[in-house]
């Protein structure tokens, strides 16, 4: 598996790719949920970060899960373990950011289109939330 793209409202396409070999379980699980759309806001606490309490729903396991994220990686919440603050969450950070409580990293934005990343969480920031389409890269 290669990753996936989101189309924005204004239609500019921004590129992600999996990591396959340090999340493989979660980047399986996501891309069997593709293709979806997906209403984001912006993170108040977290830093640089659009995020949904509405994510596809893995029933997974933790793994390359922490509240540490750089700039470019895309985090979910799995359902298990239970305790987790994060469980049906989805974050990408566009910027410095950390997380409210562990999630699983499994991708990251393009290095050529991290511009177009931050145009789009700058955009959610001012103007308020966006409709996303997410589709297999």
Same mark, same amino acid.
């Given at each position: 598996?290669?990753?996936? !793209?989101?189309?924005? %409202?204004?239609? $500019?396409? !921004?590129?992600?790719?999996?990591? @396959? +070999? ?15 759309? =997906? ?6 606490? *977290? &830093? ?6 509405? *994510? ?5 396991? =933790?793994? $390359?899960? *922490?509240?540490? %994220? ?6 979910? &919440? ?5 305790? %987790?603050?994060? *469980? @049906? #969450? ?5 910027? +410095? &950011?950390?997380?409210?409580? /562990? #999630? @699983? !990293? ?5 290095? +050529? ?8 969480? +700058? /955009? !959610?920031?001012?103007? &308020? ?9």
């Amino acid at each position: 598996m290669k990753g996936f !793209i989101i189309e924005t %409202a204004d239609h $500019n396409v !921004i590129r992600f790719s999996y990591y @396959n +070999e340090d999340a493989p379980v979660t980047t399986a699980a996501f891309d069997a949920q593709l293709p979806f759309t =997906q209403t984001f806001l912006h993170a108040r606490v *977290s &830093g640089h970060e659009i995020w949904t309490d509405a *994510s596809p729903r893995l029933d997974i396991i =933790q793994e $390359n899960a *922490s509240v540490f %994220a750089e700039p470019g990686e895309v985090v979910i &919440g799995p359902l298990k373990p239970l305790r %987790a603050k994060t *469980s @049906n #969450c989805m974050g990408i950070y566009y910027g +410095e &950011g950390r997380g409210l409580d /562990s #999630c @699983n !990293i499994f991708a990251k934005v393009f290095d +050529e289109d991290m511009p177009l990343l931050k145009t789009l969480g +700058e /955009s !959610i920031w001012k103007h &308020g939330m966006q409709e996303l389409l997410f589709e297999r890269l």
